[in-house]
C-alpha cells in the first residue's frame, strides 16, 4: 500500500478523536510540567518543544482529512467530536472544518517557534513560563475548535488567564503598566461576552453555533431586536479582543511589552478575534437568515477601515522597533475586518490567505527585533531606559571584532564580506518589511492583491472598495516608509563596534517562518484553493450545520448476558 494511502486510512481510523488532540496536549502538558517544579527547567524545556511538534503534526493531520475528497459518510470533510457522547445542541462539541483545522495550524507553526526560541534564555525570566504557554495554547486551540458559545467562552477565559501571566513575564515596570491595562479590558470585555451571551440564550434556548444558526432564522419579528443586541454586545466583546478601533488602546503597549516569544504567540490573540467574528457572523446572519441576513455589515466595514487608518498613522509615526511590530498587527487587524465585511467570497478567500501570511511575517518580526535590539543595545534585550534591574539570565551574548582590516593609514578597508550574523538580521528584516508592507514578490503582496482582485470583481463599483483600496495601498506604502527608515538606522548610520553572535536556538524560528511565508508564496495556488472552498462553506454553512446536528452518539456496550462470555 502507498505510504500516502495508509496515512489516509490511519486519518479515518482517528477520527473523530483527533480532533481533541490539540487541545488534550498542550493541557497534559501542562499538568506534567507542574509535578516536574521550577528547578526541572531542562526537562520542561524539552518537553515544551516535543508538545509544540506534536501539536503541530496533529494539526497538520487534520488540516489534510478535512480537505480530503468526501467519501459520502457525511456531509463534507468536517471532523465532529462529542466529548460527552451528547448529541448536539444538548451536549459539548467540537467541529474540525477547514476554517478552524487552518487556525490550529496556523497556532501550531507559530508556538511551535517561540518554544523552541523561548528555550535559549527567555524560559529563565521568570516562573511557570512553559506551562502558562501550554495552556494557552490549549485556549486557543479549543477556542478554535469549539462549536458551543458557552465553551467559547470557557476557552477564551484559559486563553486570557494564561496570557496574563505571560505579559507579566520578565518583571519590569512597563510590562506591570501595560499588564494592568490589558487585565482591565480583557475582564470588560469578558463581562460583555456574557452578557451577549446571556441574552442569546434567553431568546433562542441554545448556545450551539450551529442550532442558533437555525433557530435565527425561525425567529419571531418581535424577538429580532433583542437577538440584535445581543450580537451587538458580543460583537464589542470581540473588536475589543481583535484590536479593532477604538477598542485597540492597550494593544500596542501591551505588545510591545511582552518578551518575544510571548509577542509571537500573542500575534495569535488578535487573530481569534477576527476568527470569532467571521465564524458567528457567517452562521447566525446567514443568506438564509431571513431578516436579519448580513446584520451588522455596515458597521463591520466602517470599524475595519478605521482601524486600518488607526493602525496606518500609527506604524509611520513610530520609530521603536516593538511598536512597529505592534502596529502592524492593528493593520493586519483592520485589514481582515474591512475585508470580512465586504461580504464577498472571493474577497474572504484572499482576507484567509493574508491572514496567514501576516501572521507568520509579525510572528517572526517579533522574534527578530529581540536579537536586533540585543545587538544594538549591548547583549541586552530591552531598551537601556528599561535595563535598571539586574537580569543574569541576559548574559553577554556578542564577541568584539578583533581582526579590523586597516590600510596603511589606520582606515577600514572597504569591501569586506558581511559577517553571517548581520546578514542574516539584515535579510531577516527585508523580508519582514516586504511581506508587512505587502510587496512582490512574497505572501503579503499575493493576499492582498487576493483581496483587492475579489472586491473589485464582485463589487467594483461600491464606495467602500474604492476606500479599501485607497487605505490598502496607503497603509502598505507607509509601512515601507516607517519599516525602511528604521532599517537605514539600525543597519547603516551608526557603527557597530561588536557583531552579533546568534544562537541557532534563535536563528532557526526566525528563519522557519519566513520560510513558511516562502512556502505560502511557492504554493499559492493551493492554498489559496483551500481558502475559496472554506470562503465557500462560511458563505453558505448548510455543510456545517448538517455535520454538527446529524452527528450521532457512541452506541453503549450491550452487556453480556447472564451465562455467557463477555
Known sequence: MEPVHLLDRLL??????????????????????????????????????????????????????VNAPDTGDGPGSIGVYLPGNWQAPFGIVLVADRLSTMMVALTGVVAFAASIYSTSRWDRAGVHFHPLLQLQLMGLNGAFLTGDLFNL???????????????????????????????????????????????????????????????IAELAPADRGLVHAAAAILATAFFAKAGAWPLNFWLVPAYSAAVSPVGAVF??????????????????????????????????IAIGLATLFAGAMGIVGTQRLSNLAGFSVLVSAGTLLAAIGLGEPAVWAGALYYLLSSTLAVSAFFLLIDMIERWRNAGMSVAPHEAAGNAPFLAEDLRVLDDVNLDDEAQALYGRAIPAGVAFLGLSFIGCTLLLAGLPPLSGFVGKFAMLSGAFVTSGTSTPAWIFLALLLVSGFLALIALSRTGIRHFWTQPHPTMPALPALEVLPVAGLLAACVALTIWAGPVMRHALITAEGLRTPTAYRDAVLNARQVPNPVPAQKGTAP
Open 153 to 215: 467562552f470557557v476557552f477564551f477565559e484559559v486563553m486570557l488567564a494564561a496570557s496574563y501571566g505571560l505579559l507579566l513575564h520578565g518583571s519590569g515596570r512597563l510590562r506591570v503598566q501595560a499588564g494592568l491595562h490589558y487585565i482591565a479590558i480583557n475582564l470588560a470585555a469578558s463581562s460583555l461576552f456574557l452578557i451577549g451571551a446571556a441574552l442569546l440564550y434567553g431568546v433562542t434556548g441554545t448556545l450551539n453555533m450551529a442550532d442558533l444558526s437555525v433557530r
Open 12 to 65: 479515518d481510523f482517528s477520527m473523530p478523536h483527533l480532533v481533541a488532540v490539540p487541545i488534550l496536549v498542550p493541557l497534559l502538558t501542562a499538568a506534567l510540567m507542574l509535578l516536574l517544579g521550577e528547578n526541572r527547567r531542562r526537562a520542561k524545556s524539552a518537553l515544551s518543544v516535543v508538545s509544540g511538534l506534536v501539536g503541530l503534526l496533529a494539526a497538520l493531520a487534520l488540516l489534510r482529512w
Open 267 to 300: 500575534a495569535l490573540l488578535t487573530k481569534l478575534g477576527i476568527y470569532t467574528l467571521l465564524r458567528l457572523w457567517t452562521l447566525l446572519f446567514a443568506p438564509d437568515a431571513g431578516a436579519s441576513a448580513a446584520f451588522g455589515q455596515s458597521a463591520l
